[in-house]
């Protein structure tokens, strides 16, 4: 059973305000709930429509029905759980390896991928720009299938630590040297733009390596990668020589 | 002015048997109706918010509201217009550079996503098992971004096109050899696997040249990357000394 408080709560973190307020935000799917349980997130509750999944204490679950779970779920086809975890204490940056900044990214899938990308490539620090979309976001959260418990993410201002930072720093642009043809460090900031404009004026003046993704098409019309794929070509080209 | 039998009519285009029996599918927004209008795309009709844009001849247009245009946008946030055009003729398969296989790929997300890449890439033949999600499906032509006019997609029975084929086949694999280290020939086929499952174990038996994208977390936890970013990773890999 759900009781409505239950299911306004549940709604209600839906919204970036309400998460922050509570401090809560929540996940769905077995295979997303536990790598977070394994991963040392708090959780808060866990509504099942199947008692034996995911293994949690009693009185930290709720069987519901399929009917309630639809109620309460972001997806469009409901899996057998939702969980509310705690938004862990934020972490400091790591500033060794790559770090990846996200400039502004907006789309949720967007940055879900993202962190998986990462995650594959071993690249534990992200930093986003303070507008971005929010972590706890629940399609990010499921679109990152887990890898949300293994990249640490910090909202910043971008341009003052790109400022401070002694960390070579690259990004992607059209008019920007080859990447395949590029010595890349192991070590190093790498800025991804937003989904429509790119970097913004003020990072571009401070990236003093800018990368291009040659493109192939004898009509050169594509206009554009998306970042997350764009992201993916990038990494992989840090990492295929390290 | 909609009226009831062209919302009727716009509206089941959604579904795959009435594109195949009308020969009819739809695209939304001004920059990928107008990347189909320039490539030769037969337009059977524009439906617009806008009387200026894009340019048609008159009588192959309506105004319509936004209201209206809410009716039969699939997109969250409709843009200003949207345009049924006829399905063209399947064109026969071009067997030389790279041709992407797709084994039964669902998400017409992804689908899209990857017709971008190859657009990208230049690689112009993309051949899909039977099973496939529909290159016509709203969401697939959304999500190429207007690729979909410069990479020629065939439904075929890959098992049989590849017992026949005389380019050299490859894919991905868990247990394939490492991409990075592997010499990439400039001609041949390679296949990405189902969302889910993976290349099937009949395409895997013909799959001669197996090859696998490291993976650098120190967890090793990720278990796999999302299929378009695969595929992204990948063609950058066979490009990249092109």
């Known amino acids: 059973m759900l009781s409505k408080n239950q299911l306004k709560l549940i709604t209600s973190l839906q919204q970036k305000k309400y998460r922050l307020s509570y401090q809560l935000f ?3 799917g077995v295979k997303v ?3 977070l349980l394994d991963s040392n997130f708090e959780l808060d509750h866990l509504y099942t429509t199947q008692m034996d999944s995911p293994r949690v204490l009693t009185q930290k679950k709720s069987l519901i029905s399929e009917n ?4 309460i779920s972001v997806l469009a086809s409901p899996n057998s759980c939702l969980a509310i975890f705690k938004i862990p204490n934020e972490i400091d940056i ?3 390896g790559l770090i990846l900044a996200l400039d502004s990214i907006r789309d949720p899938g967007n940055l879900g991928t993202i962190l998986r990308i990462c995650d594959w490539f071993g690249i534990e620090q992200i930093i986003c720009s303070k507008d971005a979309v929010d ?3 629940p399609k990010v959260v499921q679109a990152t299938m887990g890898s949300i418990s293994r990249v640490n993410v910090n909202y910043i201002d971008l341009e003052d630590f790109i400022v401070k930072t002694k960390l070579p720093i690259y990004g992607t642009f059209m008019d920007g040297d080859n990447i395949y043809k590029t010595k890349l460090p192991k070590e190093g900031i790498i800025i991804m733009g937003n989904e429509a404009n790119g970097i913004s004026p003020e990072l571009e003046k401070l990236c003093k390596n800018k990368l291009m993704i040659p493109r192939f098409g004898s009509l050169q019309k594509t206009e554009s990668l998306n970042v997350a794929t764009a992201t993916a070509i990038v990494l992989s080209e840090f990492k295929r020589f390290s």
């Open 26 to 28: 929540f996940a769905e």
């Open 33 to 35: 709930i536990q790598e």
């Open 68 to 71: 309630e779970l639809k109620k």
């Open 94 to 96: 790591k500033q060794s």
């Open 135 to 137: 972590l706890y976001n």
